[in-house]
């Protein structure tokens, strides 16, 4: 009896200590959750590297969002910003003191299209204001607005970049429509704002086709 007992009693430790080891190892959802970027159910760097292109070297009077990392080296400060292409191209115009010439231009373009990682780094404080640094909504603050939307259904209709529709939005003010624009890129969606600054939100490729001022 006693040696079975002691048996049985090894056998049972042993599975506790399997059952505990095991459960240390399975992370809850939310642990999961926590690692995983909102935005890679829909894209992935390697398409929104692409649609920077895309939205950089859209030169129309309709110009396009893009999204990428600016950081405040008199701060240390990072944040993920949205803004339209050609904010951009003036704030490193101001920050590297690059003449809008020919060749000025030319330089600037070639640089920020060569930064693979999409940061950019700031010490000039107008530069900084150019792509509204300062009052940008942080990055939780975005994570928390995409959850008000459909983003399956955004995905769905407008994920292939090859179609041109647009969405209206009542109030301008603020950051509602670049924090949509933001939202968009970020699900890999190219957004265009209307040719005459107004309250349109386009979808869609611009070099695919332009698109035309709604009735």
Known sequence: ????????????????????FKNQNVKTPTEENLNIELFDKYSNDSIRNRIFEIAYNNKSSA????????????TEVTKEICCEAPFLSGAMHRELNVEYDENGIKYIDSTILANREK????RNKNALANIS???????????????????DDYFNKFGANDLIKYTHFENDT?????????????CGIITSRDCIAGNNI????????????PN
């Open 119 to 122: 940061t950019f780094h700031f």
């Open 1 to 20: 009896m006693t040696r079975i007992f002691k048996t049985i009693v090894v056998s049972v430790f042993v599975l506790i200590q399997s059952c505990v």
């Open 174 to 186: 603020g950051f509602v429509q670049v924090s949509f624009a933001h939202i968009m890129f970020k």
């Open 202 to 213: 386009w979808f869609g490729d611009p070099n695919i086709s332009m698109p035309k001022i």
């Open 63 to 74: 110009p396009s969002y893009i999204v990428f990392n600016a950081k405040d080296l008199n």
């Open 133 to 151: 640094f300062y009052k940008y909504p942080d990055k939780e603050t975005i994570n928390k607005i995409s959850k008000t939307y459909n983003l």
